[in-house]
C-alpha cells in the first residue's frame, strides 16, 4: 500500500489561496479557516470533491453539508429565502449562522452535500481566508468542520494535521479561529424558524427534536478519544480537569467565567485534555442561557456513548 502523502501547511496569503483554489477546481478538499472553526471546503457543485470530503473525514453519508457562498445574493440562487430567512440573513451575514431552506430546482449542488433532502445549508462566512477563497473559484464551497467525523472540531491548523495529515493535500493556517464554535443553525421553513444547533447567533426559534437535518445533530459527536465527564467540580486522579469560573482546573476554558472565552477555547482545550496523559477527561460545570448552553450542547454530544 503506498503511503500517504504528507498534508502541507500554508500560512495564509494570496499564494496559499491560489494554491488551495488550483486544488480544488482540480477535485481536491483543503482546510481554510473560518471564523467559527477550520473547514474542510471542496467544490459543493462536484460529486466526486465532495465524496473525498466524506472520505477524508470519514463522514457518514446520512449527515448534510452546509454550503458557503460569499453573499446572500449567491445563497438566494440556491436555496428559497422566506421573509424570515432573509431578516436573518440580513442581520447575521456574514457570520456564524446557518439557515437551511428549500433547495431550488435546478441549483447546481451534489446531491451528497444535502444527503439527499429537499433543503440545503447555507452560510455567508466572515473570515478573509475562506472568503478569498470563494472569490478565486467562483463556485459555492461544501465545508464541514476538519476534522475526523465524530471529533473534536478544529480551530487551529494544528488540530486539522493531527486528525487530517495525510487525508488531504492542504491546509491554510490562519491562526487561531475567532469565535471557537461551529455556526448556529436555523430552518426557516414553512413559515416558521426552528433551531437545529445552538452557537453564537442567539436567534428566537422554536426547538426541534425531529432527524437529523443539519451538521451537529447526531448524539456522539465532536468527541475526543478519551471518555468525558461533565459538571466535574474537581477532578479524579485518573483524569484532567478542564476548568471553568472558580473550578480552576489544569487548564480553564474563562478563570472569570466568560461564555465568549469558553467557546473560543472550548475545542483547543479538548485537545490539549485528549492528548495529555492522563487517560479521562472531566469537564466543570457551565452554567447560563444562549452561548453556555450551546456550549453544553456541544459537551453533552461530546461525552455521549460512542455508536
Known sequence: MATPTPTRVIPFSNDAIAEAARLILAGEPVAVPTETVY???ADATNAEAVARIYGAKGRPSFNPLIVHVPDLAAAAAMGDFDDQARELASLHWPGPLTLVVPIRNGARIASLVTAGLPTIALRVPAHPAMQ??????????????ANASGRISPTRASHVLASLNGRIP???????????IESTIIAALGGKLRLLRRGPVEVQAEESSTGIEAPGMMASH???AKSLRLDALEAAADEFLIGFGPVAGDLSLSSRGDVVEAAAHLFDLLHRADASPRPRIAIAPIGGDGLAAAIRDRLKRAAAPRP
Open 222 to 224: 465532536y468527541a475526543p
Open 39 to 41: 473547514g474542510l471546503a
Open 132 to 145: 478569498s477563497l470563494l472569490k478565486a473559484v467562483g463556485r459555492p464551497l461544501a465545508a464541514p468542520s
Open 170 to 180: 492542504l491546509i491554510i493556517d490562519g491562526g487561531a479561529t475567532e469565535r471557537g
